[in-house]
């Protein structure tokens, strides 16, 4: 799994250098190559510890960026539920995106406290 994951993130970015769309969406396709490229090396390294909290933190932090994205960016949020009007299901998807930007947020957060924290010394 880890190797499918380092390739999916290779071969995530090889279109960002390619691409020339505008910066944003450029950008948004490394930050998803990374999300990859760091969880391959993660499952492949098995790092734990601090290094593995920072790569969980990273990897969280761009979660909650795409997500965010997703939630305040231009465009329509597509699908929903068939029975609702369409205005309600972009303004329950952009919650729904917010909402999860928020909780990915405060993951990140949490690891890079793990990554930070002094070490607990027994006496």
Do not use: E
């Not at 380092?6 to 969406?25: D, K, R, T, Y």
């Not at 919650?95 to 993951?107: E, N, Q, R, S, T």
């Amino acid at each position: 799994m880890g190797l499918i994951a380092l390739a999916v993130g290779i071969g995530c970015s090889l279109p960002g250098f390619l691409q020339h769309g505008p910066p944003g969406q450029r950008a948004l396709v490394f930050v998803v190559a990374g999300i990859f490229t760091l969880a391959g090396l993660q499952i492949l390294t098995g790092a734990k510890g601090r290094l593995g909290a920072l790569m969980g933190t990273a990897i969280a932090a761009g979660l909650s960026l795409m997500m965010f994205v997703a939630a305040f960016g231009p465009g329509k949020v597509r699908g929903g539920l068939p029975f609702l009007p369409d205005s309600w299901n972009q303004h329950l998807g952009r919650f729904a995106f917010g909402a999860f930007g928020v909780l990915a947020g405060f993951m990140a957060l949490y690891w890079l406290w793990q990554a930070m924290k002094p070490a607990w010394r027994k006496s």
